[in-house]
């Protein structure tokens, strides 16, 4: 980490590969995650409580939970797995090797901008992903259920507390650190050639996953 003002372009690199190249595919995870969540709300809702609620059950469900955990996934099979990938590749072919004997620490110049670039990106990342996915939610309420404008939001504002929100990004930064550092973890420990680098791929992204997952409950007891 005291080598972070000498890695900044590293960092920044690694920062759009992990956010800006990302954000596409979390608008489309996120925009039909919103859609599904207005349906499944307001069959829940059914005979229950009116449809007017539809906009408050939506987005809470979307800001403590599908934003930051269906993103969180998105990203372990999108950078995770391609960080294991990139790393492994680097060290079946001794290009690690080749840098410690320039003098080149592996982890400054390979672990350290990835790990700071997934912590930085996730939160923004979940940002947008909410946005898009209450977008969904409401297109959905307003076109197919009959939900106006002004009820969908205002009861989207009438239920809305800013901790559920806080709280959300707290877990994205566990998620997006948890994501980074076990990619890289098993890009070092790749052996085998190709066959390794594709084992340690699909390791990759199935741990990150069931850790995102249980991540979300242990962290889900300790903030709420």
Not at 126 to 138: D, K, Q, R
């Amino acid at each position: 980490m005291p080598q972070v003002p000498r890695s900044k372009r590293l960092i920044l690199y690694q920062m759009e590969h992990v956010g800006v190249n990302s954000l596409p595919l979390v608008l489309i995870i996120a925009v039909f995650t919103g859609a599904v969540a207005a349906w499944q709300a307001a069959y829940q809702l059914k005979g229950i409580a009116p449809l007017s609620f539809l906009g408050a059950a939506t987005s809470r469900a979307i800001i403590t939970e599908l934003g930051p955990v269906l993103t969180g996934i998105v990203i372990a099979g999108r950078v995770g797995a391609s960080i294991a990938a990139e790393i492994g590749t680097m060290k079946v072919t001794e290009q690690i090797d080749a840098l410690e004997t320039m003098g080149i620490s592996p982890i400054r110049f390979l672990a350290m901008p990835r790990f700071l670039a997934a912590i930085f990106m996730m939160p923004i990342l979940v940002i947008f992903a909410n946005l898009i996915a209450v977008l969904g939610a409401y297109i959905v309420s307003n076109y197919f259920l009959g939900v106006s404008f002004a009820v969908f939001f205002n009861s989207v504002k009438r239920f809305f507390e800013m901790w559920d929100l806080i709280a959300g990004l707290i877990k994205t930064i566990f998620f997006g650190g948890v994501t980074s550092l076990l990619g890289c973890h098993i890009g070092f420990k790749t052996e085998g050639g190709a066959e390794g680098v594709g084992l340690a791929t699909i390791r990759s992204f199935v741990i990150s996953s069931a850790l995102i997952l249980i991540l979300d409950y242990l962290l889900w007891m300790l903030i709420f």
